[in-house]
Protein backbone atom coordinates (compact mmCIF):
# COMPACT_ATOMS: atom_id res chain seq x y z
CA UNK A 1 0.00 0.00 0.00
CA UNK A 2 1.30 3.25 -0.77
CA UNK A 3 2.49 5.83 1.94
CA UNK A 4 2.32 9.53 1.32
CA UNK A 5 3.84 11.93 3.82
CA UNK A 6 2.51 14.91 5.56
CA UNK A 7 5.68 17.56 4.62
CA UNK A 8 6.02 20.41 7.70
CA UNK A 9 4.76 23.18 4.85
CA UNK A 10 1.60 21.56 5.01
CA UNK A 11 0.63 22.03 8.59
CA UNK A 12 2.00 25.60 8.96
CA UNK A 13 -1.72 27.36 8.51
CA UNK A 14 -2.92 25.16 11.25
CA UNK A 15 -0.67 25.84 13.48
CA UNK A 16 -1.57 29.12 15.72
CA UNK A 17 1.60 30.76 17.58
CA UNK A 18 1.19 31.79 21.34
CA UNK A 19 4.40 34.11 21.35
CA UNK A 20 4.77 37.09 18.97
CA UNK A 21 8.73 38.18 18.09
CA UNK A 22 9.66 34.57 18.86
CA UNK A 23 11.24 31.85 16.93
CA UNK A 24 8.23 29.62 18.25
CA UNK A 25 8.14 28.04 14.23
CA UNK A 26 11.20 26.43 14.83
CA UNK A 27 10.38 24.46 17.66
CA UNK A 28 7.66 23.43 15.63
CA UNK A 29 9.41 22.35 12.98
CA UNK A 30 12.18 20.47 14.50
CA UNK A 31 9.17 18.68 16.56
CA UNK A 32 7.50 17.69 13.04
CA UNK A 33 11.12 16.31 12.34
CA UNK A 34 11.06 14.18 15.06
CA UNK A 35 7.06 12.81 14.45
CA UNK A 36 8.23 12.16 10.65
CA UNK A 37 11.38 9.73 12.13
CA UNK A 38 8.29 7.72 14.47
CA UNK A 39 6.28 7.80 11.56
CA UNK A 40 3.72 9.77 12.39
CA UNK A 41 3.52 11.81 9.02
CA UNK A 42 2.65 9.18 6.84
CA UNK A 43 -0.70 7.99 5.60
CA UNK A 44 -2.31 5.40 3.32
CA UNK A 45 -5.92 6.80 3.74
CA UNK A 46 -8.15 9.60 4.30
CA UNK A 47 -8.87 9.28 7.81
CA UNK A 48 -4.96 8.99 8.54
CA UNK A 49 -4.07 11.86 6.35
CA UNK A 50 -6.82 13.83 8.08
CA UNK A 51 -5.26 12.83 11.93
CA UNK A 52 -1.81 14.05 10.70
CA UNK A 53 -3.50 17.26 10.98
CA UNK A 54 -4.27 16.80 14.80
CA UNK A 55 -1.06 15.71 15.52
CA UNK A 56 -0.19 19.38 14.36
CA UNK A 57 -2.90 20.85 17.05
CA UNK A 58 -1.20 18.31 19.88
CA UNK A 59 2.12 20.24 18.73
CA UNK A 60 0.66 23.38 19.38
CA UNK A 61 -1.29 21.97 23.01
CA UNK A 62 2.50 21.05 24.01
CA UNK A 63 3.28 24.60 23.49
CA UNK A 64 0.96 25.95 25.11
CA UNK A 65 1.38 23.76 28.42
CA UNK A 66 4.60 24.77 28.55
CA UNK A 67 3.74 28.04 28.69
CA UNK A 68 1.36 27.66 31.30
CA UNK A 69 3.85 25.75 33.43
CA UNK A 70 6.91 27.92 32.32
CA UNK A 71 5.43 31.43 32.85
CA UNK A 72 2.09 30.75 34.35
CA UNK A 73 -0.07 31.80 31.25
CA UNK A 74 -3.16 30.10 30.72
CA UNK A 75 -4.56 28.17 27.83
CA UNK A 76 -8.33 26.75 27.08
CA UNK A 77 -7.54 23.75 24.92
CA UNK A 78 -9.50 26.00 22.09
CA UNK A 79 -8.35 25.23 18.82
CA UNK A 80 -9.11 26.59 15.52
CA UNK A 81 -11.14 24.29 13.31
CA UNK A 82 -9.48 24.31 9.83
CA UNK A 83 -12.71 23.83 7.64
CA UNK A 84 -10.94 22.47 4.33
CA UNK A 85 -9.55 19.49 3.31
CA UNK A 86 -7.79 17.28 4.09
CA UNK A 87 -9.46 17.95 7.72
CA UNK A 88 -12.57 19.48 7.33
CA UNK A 89 -15.46 19.28 9.52
CA UNK A 90 -16.76 15.70 8.45
CA UNK A 91 -13.28 14.82 8.81
CA UNK A 92 -13.63 15.46 12.41
CA UNK A 93 -16.84 13.87 12.75
CA UNK A 94 -15.30 11.15 11.51
CA UNK A 95 -12.14 10.57 13.54
CA UNK A 96 -14.24 11.55 16.28
CA UNK A 97 -16.43 8.70 15.59
CA UNK A 98 -13.30 6.45 15.37
CA UNK A 99 -11.01 7.58 18.11
CA UNK A 100 -13.42 8.18 20.56
CA UNK A 101 -16.82 7.14 20.77
CA UNK A 102 -16.69 3.81 19.66
CA UNK A 103 -18.91 2.56 15.94
CA UNK A 104 -22.24 2.10 17.15
CA UNK A 105 -24.85 3.90 15.04
CA UNK A 106 -25.89 6.15 17.87
CA UNK A 107 -21.94 7.16 18.44
CA UNK A 108 -22.09 8.08 15.09
CA UNK A 109 -25.30 10.21 15.14
CA UNK A 110 -23.78 11.69 18.40
CA UNK A 111 -20.75 12.35 16.87
CA UNK A 112 -22.28 14.26 13.52
CA UNK A 113 -24.31 16.22 15.69
CA UNK A 114 -21.87 18.28 18.34
CA UNK A 115 -19.71 21.33 17.64
CA UNK A 116 -16.76 20.97 15.73
CA UNK A 117 -15.03 22.62 17.75
CA UNK A 118 -15.58 20.47 20.56
CA UNK A 119 -15.00 17.66 18.65
CA UNK A 120 -11.58 18.77 17.53
CA UNK A 121 -10.82 19.65 21.27
CA UNK A 122 -11.41 15.68 22.52
CA UNK A 123 -9.50 14.73 19.46
CA UNK A 124 -6.44 17.25 20.27
CA UNK A 125 -6.31 16.04 23.94
CA UNK A 126 -7.31 12.27 23.04
CA UNK A 127 -3.94 12.31 20.33
CA UNK A 128 -1.90 13.97 22.90
CA UNK A 129 -0.19 10.63 24.07
CA UNK A 130 0.96 9.25 20.81
CA UNK A 131 2.14 12.42 19.98
CA UNK A 132 3.86 13.37 22.79
CA UNK A 133 5.48 10.01 23.32
CA UNK A 134 7.05 9.81 19.74
CA UNK A 135 8.61 13.77 20.46
CA UNK A 136 10.11 12.69 23.82
CA UNK A 137 11.50 9.39 22.65
CA UNK A 138 12.94 11.63 19.92
CA UNK A 139 14.45 14.54 21.46
CA UNK A 140 15.77 14.08 25.05
CA UNK A 141 14.32 16.11 27.99
CA UNK A 142 16.67 18.66 28.87
CA UNK A 143 16.95 19.16 24.98
CA UNK A 144 13.61 19.53 24.68
CA UNK A 145 12.84 21.93 27.56
CA UNK A 146 15.95 24.08 25.78
CA UNK A 147 13.91 23.92 22.48
CA UNK A 148 10.65 25.36 23.92
CA UNK A 149 12.85 27.89 26.13
CA UNK A 150 14.56 29.05 23.33
CA UNK A 151 11.98 29.07 20.79
CA UNK A 152 10.07 31.44 22.39
CA UNK A 153 12.95 33.50 24.28
CA UNK A 154 16.45 33.69 21.81
CA UNK A 155 19.44 34.20 22.82
CA UNK A 156 19.44 35.47 26.81
CA UNK A 157 21.42 38.72 26.69
CA UNK A 158 23.64 37.89 29.28
CA UNK A 159 25.12 34.93 26.76
CA UNK A 160 25.91 37.26 24.03
CA UNK A 161 26.41 40.78 24.63
CA UNK A 162 29.68 41.94 24.84
CA UNK A 163 31.16 44.89 26.61
CA UNK A 164 29.24 48.25 25.43
CA UNK A 165 25.97 46.60 23.33
CA UNK A 166 22.59 47.22 23.56
CA UNK A 167 19.79 45.39 23.21
CA UNK A 168 19.76 46.46 19.48
CA UNK A 169 22.80 44.37 19.07
CA UNK A 170 21.16 41.47 19.67
CA UNK A 171 19.15 41.34 16.41
CA UNK A 172 22.25 39.19 14.83
CA UNK A 173 21.80 36.95 17.38
CA UNK A 174 18.32 35.49 16.53
CA UNK A 175 17.71 32.07 15.89
CA UNK A 176 16.65 32.37 11.75
CA UNK A 177 16.99 28.37 11.12
CA UNK A 178 15.85 25.37 12.91
CA UNK A 179 19.95 24.59 12.48
CA UNK A 180 20.53 27.40 14.51
CA UNK A 181 18.48 26.85 17.19
CA UNK A 182 19.61 22.74 17.31
CA UNK A 183 23.17 23.84 17.53
CA UNK A 184 22.70 26.45 20.21
CA UNK A 185 20.62 24.10 22.36
CA UNK A 186 23.26 21.45 21.92
CA UNK A 187 26.15 24.26 22.66
CA UNK A 188 24.48 25.67 25.76
CA UNK A 189 25.48 25.09 29.28
CA UNK A 190 22.33 27.11 30.68
CA UNK A 191 19.43 25.02 31.78
CA UNK A 192 15.70 25.83 32.63
CA UNK A 193 16.67 26.10 36.52
CA UNK A 194 19.00 29.32 35.72
CA UNK A 195 16.71 30.35 33.00
CA UNK A 196 13.52 30.13 35.03
CA UNK A 197 12.14 30.74 38.68
CA UNK A 198 12.80 27.58 40.71
CA UNK A 199 8.55 26.52 41.24
CA UNK A 200 8.74 27.27 37.14
CA UNK A 201 11.50 25.41 36.24
CA UNK A 202 10.61 22.45 38.35
CA UNK A 203 7.45 22.25 37.11
CA UNK A 204 8.76 22.04 33.70
CA UNK A 205 11.31 19.89 34.69
CA UNK A 206 8.32 17.45 36.13
CA UNK A 207 6.16 17.93 32.77
CA UNK A 208 9.58 16.97 30.85
CA UNK A 209 9.97 13.65 32.84
CA UNK A 210 6.76 12.43 33.44
CA UNK A 211 5.33 13.63 29.99
CA UNK A 212 1.68 14.93 31.21
CA UNK A 213 0.48 16.63 33.79
CA UNK A 214 -3.51 17.33 35.12
CA UNK A 215 -5.64 18.63 32.30
CA UNK A 216 -6.64 22.56 33.35
CA UNK A 217 -9.54 24.27 32.09
Known amino acids: MEKNTVAFDDVCNVLQTSWSDSEEWLFYEIAWDALERSGLTTYTNEKTHALIYVYAYVLQMIMEEFSFLAYDETFSYEFEPW ?4 LSDAAVGWLYRDCLTGYSSESVELSFSQDVGEMLKELVIEM ?17 GNLLYFSVNGVPETDV ?5 TEDDLEGYR ?3 KEDLLSYCDKTELCLYDLLPEENAANVADWLIYHTYEVYG
Not at 83 to 86: A, M, T
Request: no cysteine; aromatic share 10%.
Open 128 to 144: RYPVTEALFEQINNEKL
Open 175 to 177: FKT
Open 83 to 86: GDEP
Open 161 to 165: LQEGE
